[in-house]
């Protein structure tokens, strides 16, 4: 091998157990201090081993000096106990194949004195791998001294040296870097995940509540036939209201609780809900269907959410006539919501999915992306149609039940 196939090579060795060390590390989240020392034991105990089963162009006093490396690994890992420990195992091997181990055992020396100050002073990692090399400099000025025949070999095998522990020092800090930075922005996305939901929850308890609030307004505790007629729905809606909260509590998207319904049935409930509101505005809503069946597989509550919505967005662009209407066409059926309203504007109407994105002064921006969700889990599609000062045409597509 030439000067440079032995700087690759074993800079490979020895840095390949740390660099698997560090990834998994940084990839498990539930992995404990006491895991982490193990591994990294671990790490070092394998650098020694790919070092010594597979360096063997480095000749013997250059394949113990690499050796060394890991000790700079442990001290830059604040394992000062257990590096120290090893580090005299390595000395004690020493001892039988050198006639430097003196100055070998003061070297080790220092690296355990130099960990401890910088711990105590918190030195940067850069001075920590100045100051342990100035040592291996010295050292190696006393070696050829000592041998000043030998003098260029030594001199070669520093040069590799520092030049490994120099570069893999690069490699660790960068990968830590890397691995600190992607675990920061996982967490990131986390918690960009979090405030999402709390935004959605924010958003679909505003419907439940503006029913029930709506309802109240027009309730006379007096009038028996009143309390009869809208207690049940206003029960209806906080029992949908604490269902919405118990399932975003999981961080997650809605549990979807399936079950066999009829698409008409679910539509006039979604107009008691609303009629309240309706009347409030003076907006008249017209349910069609040509079906007296229309079966589907779905969440009752999930499909409420989004049909409520969406009549909401029809009275919230000024409609006087709402016009729901319902068929069977290629295995899905067909529910559409048209409005006469203020319409959408196509710049609007093409980002009208994303989360967060709305033209309403107090408006979160999440009923569409929501409702979206709802519908694909559903295996289903909504599309918009919209022309300004004509009115907004929603189409909601889910698959039919066949029995």
Request: hydrophobic share 45%; glycine share 4%; net charge negative.
């Given at each position: 091998m030439?000067?440079f ?16 060390y ?5 990839s498990?989240?539930?992995i ?5 020392t193990?591994?990294?034991y671990?790490?070092i105990?394998s650098?020694c ?6 360096s063997?162009?480095?000749?013997s ?10 000790i ?10 257990i ?5 005299l ?13 003196l ?7 220092l ?5 401890r ?14 100051l342990f090399?100035?040592i291996?400099?010295i050292?190696f000025?006393?070696v ?7 003098g ?5 095998q ?8 120099t ?6 800090i ?19 995940q ?12 505003k419907?439940?509540?503006?029913v029930?609030k ?6 006379d ?15 209806n ?16 998207k ?8 009829d ?8 107009i008691?809900?609303v ?34 919505n969406?009549?909401?967005n ?16 290629n ?22 999915r ?7 002064a ?13 519908i ?19 189409k ?5 039940y066949?029995?």
């Open positions: 030439n000067l196939e032995i700087l690759l090579f074993n800079t490979i060795l020895l840095a390949f157990p740390y660099i698997l560090l990834f998994y590390i940084y498990n989240e539930t404990t201090e006491n895991e982490k193990s591994f990294f671990l790490a105990v650098s081993f790919l070092i010594l089963r597979f063997n162009q480095a000749g006093s250059l394949l113990f000096l690499l050796l060394n490396i890991p700079f690994l442990g001290y830059l890992q604040h394992k000062a106990k590096t120290f420990i090893f580090s195992f390595l000395w004690i091997i020493d001892c039988y194949l050198f006639d430097v181990s100055i070998i055992g003061i070297d080790y020396i690296f355990y004195l130099l960990s100050l910088r711990d105590k002073y918190e030195l940067p990692d850069d001075n920590f791998l100045f090399c100035l291996v400099i050292s000025i006393y050829i001294i000592l041998y000043p025949n030998h260029l070999d030594i001199l070669l520093m040069v590799i040296f520092l030049t490994i522990l570069i893999i020092y690069s490699m660790f960068k990968c830590e870097e890397i691995m600190s930075t992607h675990v920061a922005n996982k967490k990131l996305r986390q918690n960009e979090i405030q999402l939901s709390l935004f959605k929850i924010t958003h679909e308890i419907n439940p509540i503006a029930c709506a309802y109240l307004d027009m309730m505790p007096n009038n028996l036939e009143q309390v009869q007629k809208y207690v049940p729905i206003i029960n809606e906080i029992e949908r209201l604490l269902l919405l909260l118990q399932d975003f509590l999981l961080v997650n809605s549990n979807l609780q399936y079950d066999i319904m698409v008409n049935l679910l539509l006039e409930d979604v008691d809900n009629s309240g509101v309706l009347d409030t505005k003076q907006i008249n809503l017209h349910l069609e269907s040509d079906q007296d069946e229309i079966l589907i597989n779905g969440d009752y509550n999930r499909l409420m959410q989004v049909m409520v969406l009549v909401k029809s009275v919230e662009a000024s409609s006087r006539d709402i016009k729901i209407s319902s068929d069977i066409k295995n899905y059926v067909e529910i559409i919501v048209s409005d006469d309203g203020s319409g959408i504007a196509q710049n609007i109407l093409k980002r009208i994303e989360p967060f994105y709305t033209t309403k107090n408006g979160t921006g999440l009923g569409v992306s929501l409702s979206y969700e709802i694909q889990a559903h295996e289903g599609k909504i599309e918009y149609q919209s022309e300004l000062g004509i009115g907004t045409s929603v909601v597509l889910l698959p039919v066949n029995l």
